[in-house]
């Protein structure tokens, strides 16, 4: 089946090494037979038939820097998880699912990082909000200079790509 146009979409894949892709409107459009070409967000997903080749270190990449990116998030405020989420979202493209992100804060609350508490809300039912402990902070700040030390020290060997040469 050959097909083009604007489509909704929202893809889970839960294997090893895979990730969850969802947007409001993406374009599809055919590369080859069984090949399939998406833009999102000025990201380019190609289906698993092309995983090896594609974009598999992407999404490796953004699952590295998740952790870092929560604490980020919750570095001024306490949160709850759908703020969370949205932060993400707003301010750094990150499009991750609650089934990724709860059990990262799970995890994060168990190594001490992250405290959690339930509040009464004045719409609705009672959330969980998030904060991050005096551990947390450390950590976040720590793992921000070793992604300031990474990215400048990548943004170097990377210069001459960008000159074409």
Not at 2 to 16: K, P, Q, T
Not at 18 to 23: D, L, Q
Request: aromatic share 8%; with cysteine; proline share 3%.
């Amino acid at each position: 089946m050959i097909f083009s146009g604007l489509v909704n979409l929202r893809v889970s894949l839960r294997e090893e090494g895979s990730t969850e892709v969802a947007a409001k409107q993406t374009h599809f459009s055919p590369l080859q037979h069984d090949t399939w070409y998406c833009k999102i967000s000025g990201m380019t997903v190609v289906d698993a038939g092309d995983q090896e080749t594609g974009d598999k270190w992407e999404v490796q990449l953004r699952k590295g820097c998740l952790e870092l990116a929560i604490l980020a998030a919750l570095w001024r405020d306490k949160l709850y998880g759908l703020e969370i989420l949205r932060r993400l979202e707003s301010d750094s493209d990150l499009i991750v699912s609650d089934g990724t992100v709860y059990p990262l804060l799970s995890r994060l609350k168990a190594l001490g990082l992250v405290r959690s508490e339930w509040i009464e809300s004045d719409v609705g039912h009672p959330r969980k909000y998030y904060a991050l402990t005096p551990a947390g902070k450390r950590r976040a700040l720590d793992m921000a200079k070793t992604w300031a030390r990474f990215s400048s020290s990548m943004g170097k060997l990377l210069a001459p790509l960008g000159k074409g040469k």
